[in-house]
Structure formats: structure tokens, C-alpha cells
């Protein structure tokens, strides 16, 4: 098969991350090549978060004005206690909120996310886009990486970016700390038509019905003619060391049990016959290695606690585009690298800590149900503290 000479930045993997990536190159005036191993460039059909440190990047990138139609402008962040179904506590993301982070908080189809960012790609000269293209291998050589592809192909770049998520073959040759870790926690989505949601008193929100081992998200998306429901359980068949088959349907019902019969009628919009097992890592450095490092889930896979996994990619596009223009293709790649990895490392790092926090949190019991009730009341709507380091964000 041919090989091609390419002074370029080569990305594995064109999901949020990989695209925000050649986006962000391609705006600073660089060239890059997305590889992406599926047959079609694509996300799966449920909603996400975006923090107003997403919006930020997201806007400097080009991509609010066509993907704000779509968004819904969440007003409230709310918790509600699932065995009660009281209020326990809100953020505000009104006036107070849009000044202080310079931004709104979104939420949006992942599919509309995923779209304007690709069709952004496909508007730029810089960026060249390949599906059915999986990584098998990569090597340096002197000033190039060669990237193997396992039609046979071969392509090779200045730089090459493993955005290739969670269970990253890039990771496994840099880091080489093998599968990412089972949390335990099992996710059930749906997608339905707002006409179908009985209960309508939280339209404008994004809600999260929390209970012992169990939590239930609901907001809105495309422009809010649909409602996205998100199920989650902390598997008791995973604490016993039943590693194998654990987090099912009939676990999923039973968690939910304890719940008001309000929250248990929202278990009617999840899908049951496919689910999601939740992992992530342990934070660590050392994701570069000489023009090779990693990006997104790839490098610092979180539980989506935070609601920042893919946000957290979209910051890493920013930084990393930044660092390699200020070197130039040709310039100390790797130093460039090493500046970018240092600057993402623990604030990667603490997403993934936190959201393992929040976690703990929001599916505790008895007296920690009590504590954290209690102490969540003493706070107001405009109380950002928990959010603040995060929603602050970076500078493009
Ligand atoms: C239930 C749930 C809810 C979430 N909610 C939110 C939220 O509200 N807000 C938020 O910000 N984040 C959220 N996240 C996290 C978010 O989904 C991820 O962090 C984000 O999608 C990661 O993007 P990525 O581009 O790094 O990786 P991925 O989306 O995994 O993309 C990696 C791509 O690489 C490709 N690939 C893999 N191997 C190869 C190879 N060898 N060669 C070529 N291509 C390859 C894959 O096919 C894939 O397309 C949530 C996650 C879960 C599980």
C-alpha cells in the first residue's frame, strides 16, 4: 500500500475530542489527518453537558452559532432526593452564573455536538478526515511519525495525537497500564419525545434524582422538543465480586425500588436491553513520549460525575493546538508535548478525583444521606464554590 508524506499532526480517533483537535489546529493555521476506525464518522444518540468552560472553547472554535439552535440554555442545576423527591440543592445558572464564567451552561444532542464540529472539519483545506482507518502501529523516525493502519496503509506526520478514547492502543504502547478500571456503575439511557414526560415541572433544569446506589439525570435537548433520562447504578453484584454479569435490568429495577413512584415511572424512558458499564483510570503522568501523546479519554478517562469527560477533551484541543503552533511543525515538538501534558495533567487529574467524589456523594445512605442533605441546604443558588475551579476554565 502507498505511503504518504504528510508534515503534519496525525489524530487517532475522530470523536469530540479528535475533531475539536484538527478544528483547533486548522484555527491556528496547522494541518492535521483525523483516523477514525468506524466506517463513519458518528456519536450515539443521548444528550451532554457542556460546562460554560466547553461553551468557551467551543465558541472561540466557531462552532456556537450553528450549534445554539440546537442547545438548550439550562437554567437550574438541581438535586433532588430520589427516596423523597425534595429539593436538596441548586445552582443558578442565571445572570450571576453567565457573569461569572463568561458563559451559559448547554446541554445538547451529542450527534448535533459531534456534526457541527465535523462539518467545521470538512469547511477547512487544513484538515483531512479518514474513516474505516484503525491504528495498528506507530514509530518515530528521526522528525516524522508513521502511523500503521490495519488496511495496510501507512501515513506520516510531524506529531501523532491519540485521541482514541477510552480503551486507547495508543495509551497501552505509551503508558502500557492495560484495561481502564470498572467502576461498578452501570448506565441506562433514553432518548423520548417531550410530549411523553409526565412530569414537566423541571423543563427549564437539569435534574438529578439521587438515592443510595442509584441516581436518574433528565434535561432537555434539540431546541427542547426531546427529553434525555440517564439511569445509574452502583452494582451490588460488582461489590461481591460478581465481575463478570452484574448491573442487568433486573438490577437496575430492583436499585430503584427504594425510589417514589415518581421516580420509578421515569425508569419507563430508559432503554433496557443495552447498557453502559462506567470506567476510568487512575490519574497519571507520562502520556508523552518524544512526537506521541494523547488527548481526551484516551489520556484522563473520567466517571461522568462532573458531566466533563468529553468538555475535558475539547479544553485539551485548545491547549494542545496552541502548544504545537507556538513550536511550528518543525520547532521542539516534544518539549511543546511535554508543555501541553503538564498544563492538562491535574486539572485532568482532578476532574476524574472529584467526579469519583461526587459519586460517593450522590449515591450515599442513612446518616451520609443526612449529613450531605443537611449541609447542602446551608447553601444558596448562587453558591458556585464546588463548581468554581472548573467552570472557570482556560484561556484559548
Ligand atoms: C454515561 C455517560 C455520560 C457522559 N456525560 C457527559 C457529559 O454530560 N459531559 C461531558 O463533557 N462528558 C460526558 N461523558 C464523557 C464523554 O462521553 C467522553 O469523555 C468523551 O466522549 C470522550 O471523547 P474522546 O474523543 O476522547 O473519545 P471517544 O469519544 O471514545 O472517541 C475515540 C474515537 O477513537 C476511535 N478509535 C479507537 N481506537 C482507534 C484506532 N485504533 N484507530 C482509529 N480510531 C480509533 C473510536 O472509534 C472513537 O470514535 C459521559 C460519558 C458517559 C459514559
Redesign the pocket.
Known amino acids: 500500500m502507498g505511503s504518504k508524506i504528510n508534515p503534519e499532526v496525525l489524530i487517532?480517533?475522530?470523536?469530540?475530542?479528535?475533531v475539536a483537535t484538527a478544528l483547533a489546529l486548522a484555527r491556528r493555521g496547522l494541518r492535521s489527518q483525523v483516523?477514525?476506525?468506524?466506517p463513519e464518522f458518528g456519536e450515539i444518540g443521548y444528550?451532554?453537558?457542556?460546562g460554560p468552560n466547553?461553551y468557551r472553547m467551543l465558541d472561540w472554535l466557531g462552532v456556537m452559532k450553528d450549534l445554539e439552535p440546537q442547545a438548550v440554555f439550562t437554567q437550574n442545576l438541581i438535586l433532588i432526593d430520589a427516596l423523597d423527591d425534595r429539593e436538596i440543592a441548586r445552582i443558578s445558572c442565571g445572570p450571576a452564573f453567565r457573569k461569572r464564567y463568561g458563559a451559559p451552561y448547554t446541554v445538547v444532542h451529542r450527534r448535533d455536538l459531534h456534526g457541527v464540529l465535523l462539518d467545521a472539519c470538512r469547511k477547512r483545506d487544513e484538515i483531512g478526515l479518514h474513516t474505516a482507518?484503525?491504528?495498528?502501529s506507530f514509530e518515530e523516525r528521526g522528525n516524522e511519525v508513521i502511523a500503521r493502519f490495519a488496511d495496510g496503509s501507512e501515513y506520516k506526520g510531524a506529531v501523532l495525537i491519540g485521541?482514541?478514547?477510552?480503551?486507547?492502543?495508543v495509551r497501552e504502547v505509551l503508558i502500557g497500564d492495560g484495561p481502564p478500571r470498572p467502576a461498578g456503575h452501570v448506565?441506562y439511557?433514553g432518548v423520548v419525545s417531550f410530549d411523553q414526560v409526565k412530569d414537566r415541572s423541571h423543563f427549564e433544569d437539569m435534574v438529578i434524582w439521587v438515592g443510595p446506589n442509584l441516581h436518574f439525570v433528565q434535561y432537555r435537548l434539540r431546541g427542547g422538543t426531546v427529553m434525555n433520562n440517564?439511569a445509574t447504578v452502583v452494582s451490588r453484584k460488582f461489590e461481591r465480586g460478581e465481575r463478570e454479569d452484574y448491573g442487568g435490568p433486573d438490577e437496575l429495577m430492583e436499585v430503584f425500588s427504594r425510589t417514589t413512584p415518581h421516580v420509578q415511572e421515569m425508569l419507563t424512558y430508559v432503554g433496557k436491553d443495552k447498557n453502559?458499564v462506567?470506567h476510568d483510570r487512575e490519574p497519571q503522568p507520562g502520556w508523552t513520549r518524544g512526537r506521541v501523546t494523547l488527548?481526551?479519554?484516551?489520556a484522563h478517562?473520567?466517571l461522568?460525575y462532573l458531566?466533563?469527560?468529553?468538555?475535558?477533551?475539547i479544553e485539551d484541543a485548545v491547549v494542545i493546538s496552541g502548544k504545537i503552533a507556538a513550536a511550528g511543525t518543525g520547532g521542539d515538538i516534544n518539549a511543546a508535548l511535554l508543555s501541553y501534558e503538564n498544563e492538562r495533567y491535574l486539572r485532568g487529574a482532578r476532574v476524574t478525583v472529584t467526579a469519583r467524589l461526587f459519586g460517593a456523594i450522590i449515591h450515599c445512605d442513612q446518616g451520609t444521606r443526612d449529613l450531605r442533605n443537611h449541609l447542602l441546604a446551608q447553601r444558596t443558588p448562587e453558591t458556585f464554590w464546588e463548581v468554581d475551579w472548573l467552570y472557570r476554565g482556560i484561556e484559548a
Open positions: 487517532i480517533g475522530g470523536g469530540i475530542g479528535g483516523f477514525e476506525k468506524a444528550g451532554i453537558q457542556q466547553a482507518k484503525e491504528l495498528v485521541a482514541d478514547g477510552l480503551r486507547s492502543c448506565t439511557r440517564v453502559w462506567l488527548l481526551g479519554d484516551a478517562p473520567t461522568q458531566a466533563q469527560g468529553a468538555c475535558m477533551a
